[in-house]
Every structure is written in structure tokens, then in C-alpha cells.
């Protein structure tokens, strides 16, 4: 069984930035694509951003890119989502979980494994 973790959410005002961790086993970042995956209240979850390996493959959805970006940090296992420029649409419940690799290459967003989430809103 996968296990992430997730941290850093919190209540940020539109335009601001937060840095979101996904924690896991260096075996599993290794192994498979991670991914960041969100869900609205009331909405489905949908994907934002994964990785392959130490970052020679990323991608993401259209409504983030330019905003965020997704890294790896050998050095704490994790998987690095920095958000800026977040808006009031970009609140939601944020997990990562596992991808695989083809999946992420080609912005199929799905995957497992989840995290327990970490809240993100963005208020004024």
C-alpha cells in the first residue's frame, strides 16, 4: 500500500502563494508518477500537475500552468507544489497520489493511492 502526506494548505488572499509537500517513501517516488489532484466542494476531483522521476517529465492543467510548479525534493522525499498567483477557483482540498508514468506524460489525469488532503482557500 502507497502511503503521501500531505502539507502545507492554509487561507492565502488572491494573488498570494503557498507551497504545498507531498511526503513519501523514496522507493515510491522512484517507482511512479506523482501527482497533485484537487476537489471542490461539489465538484469531481481533477488533476493539477504530476512528475516523473526527479522532474525530467512534468505536466499540467491548463487552468494552472504558468502558476504553478511542481518539483522534487530528493533530500525530504517529497514531491514540491509551489502555487502562485492563486485565485479565488484554485480552493479546493488538495491530495497527491500515485500516476502512472504514461498517464502523466499524456495529462491523463488519473490516479490512487491517496493522501488525506490538505485544504487550500483562497480568500480575500
Known amino acids: 500500500q502507497l502511503q503521501f502526506v500531505e502539507s502545507g494548505g492554509g487561507l492565502v488572499q488572491p494573488g498570494g502563494s503557498l507551497r504545498l509537500s507531498c511526503a513519501a517513501s523514496?522507493?515510491?517516488?522512484?517507482?511512479?508518477?506523482i501527482g497533485w489532484f484537487r476537489q471542490a466542494p461539489g465538484k469531481e476531483r481533477e488533476g493539477v500537475s504530476c512528475?516523473?522521476?526527479?522532474?525530467?517529465?512534468?505536466n499540467y492543467a491548463d487552468s494552472v500552468k504558468g502558476r504553478f510548479t511542481i518539483s522534487r525534493d530528493n533530500a525530504k522525499n517529497a514531491v514540491i507544489l509551489q502555487m502562485n498567483s492563486l485565485r479565488p477557483e484554485d480552493t479546493a482540498v488538495y491530495y497527491c497520489?500515485?500516476?502512472?508514468?504514461?498517464?502523466?506524460?499524456?495529462?491523463?489525469?488519473?490516479?490512487?493511492?491517496w493522501g488525506q488532503g490538505t485544504q487550500v482557500t483562497v480568500s480575500s
Open positions: 523514496r522507493s515510491t517516488l522512484d517507482s511512479y508518477a
Open positions: 497520489g500515485s500516476m502512472t508514468r504514461g498517464n502523466c506524460y499524456a495529462g491523463s489525469w488519473y490516479g490512487s493511492s
Open positions: 512528475i516523473i522521476g526527479s522532474g525530467g517529465t512534468t
